[in-house]
């Protein structure tokens, strides 16, 4: 017979995919020998907690991308519940977008959601490379400690970059990650010069930004979609796809247009609205001759 002990450790590594503290296990199994509690109970209260509310949400994301790739679909009008932050639509729209390429590289890979890092490696055919100013030890990841506007890579290094809610943070105070304290206008132009330069000919960018009225909150940026847009073809990238999605009382949706001066975290936990991109190098025309151009005499 299953140890108090072992069930309630069986619970939380089922469910909640991790071991309990032990505060938590006391806890639990203190509740169950003296009866507070039955088994089921105790496992209807984890799978009914906020924690696995978040899991289940992420899993759902990985989940959407995963048949979308099955099946070659690009897909939008995405959904997430209320009470979310963006990374549920955006882990969903980028990872559905990728088709298996070789060279790969995540950048901001350190502090991503364990669910989307997970996923993305077993996407992967190859360990996908991952860049951050923050140290970590993320299994399955070739990781590298560096800065954004200055990659250690060479030019045409990679087919694939995912940059989800990064590039609003270069250049900005990044002390909560371990970084350091920066105020560096020509941050985010800079990175984006370089994502364009480490981009193999047929390369892509999958990133997401949040976006709503132009706001500086010191440890990051938003930019309404004009203006993202805008510095995306500065960079030298067509932008081969973008949705715009944002959340209301009844959750995430896609959306033609974000509400005018819309506030990061005025809606929710994290942005109140989010572009999902995927950036392409912008490929220049072959020039031609004045003398062979159309419609000039000879």
């Known amino acids: ?24 296990a006391a ?13 089921a109970a105790l496992a209807h209260e984890i799978a009914t907690s906020p924690e696995f509310a978040r899991l289940r949400v992420l899993d759902d994301a990985v989940a959407t991308a995963f048949h979308a790739r099955l099946t070659n679909e690009r897909p ?28 790969v590289l995540d950048v901001g890979y350190v502090n991503a959601e364990k669910a989307y890092l997970d996923a993305l490696v077993a996407a992967a055919p190859w360990n996908p490379k991952g860049i951050d100013l923050a140290e970590g030890d993320v299994p399955g990841f070739d990781g590298v400690v560096g800065d954004l506007r ?23 105070d990044n002390t909560v990650y371990g970084a350091r304290h920066e105020r560096d ?23 997401s ?18 203006a993202w847009r805008g510095l995306f073809g500065q960079a030298g990238f067509d932008l081969f796809e973008h949705e715009l999605y944002e959340l209301f009382d009844e959750g995430w949706r896609s ?40 419609g000039r005499a000879g």
């Not at 206008?185 to 999958?206: C, D, K, S």
Request: proline content about 10%.
């Open 255 to 294: 959306v033609e247009r974000v509400t005018d001066g819309l506030r990061y975290g005025e809606r929710g936990p994290g942005a109140s609205a989010v572009l999902c991109a995927e950036l392409r190098p912008r490929r220049l025309r072959p020039r031609v001759p004045a003398a062979l151009r159309p």
């Open 209 to 226: 930004v949040p976006t709503g009225g132009n706001e500086d909150h010191e440890w990051f940026v938003q930019r309404d979609p004009p």
């Open 27 to 39: 806890s639990a199994v203190g509740r169950l020998r003296r009866g507070d509690v039955s088994p």
């Open 76 to 103: 939008r009008n995405l959904t997430a519940p209320p009470g979310n932050d963006e990374r549920p639509i955006e882990i969903a729209w980028t990872l559905a977008r990728y088709r298996a390429e070789a060279r």
């Open 185 to 207: 206008p020509e941050g985010i132009p800079q990175a984006l010069g370089e994502l364009r330069r480490i981009l193999a000919r047929r390369g892509r960018v999958l990133l």
């Open 150 to 172: 200055a990659l250690p890579f060479g030019t045409g290094s990679f087919d694939v970059v995912f940059c989800i809610s990064t590039l609003e943070h270069v250049g900005k």
């Open 1 to 24: 017979m299953q140890s108090d002990e072992g069930y309630v450790d069986e619970l939380y590594r089922m469910l909640l995919r991790r071991p309990p503290e032990h505060g938590a």
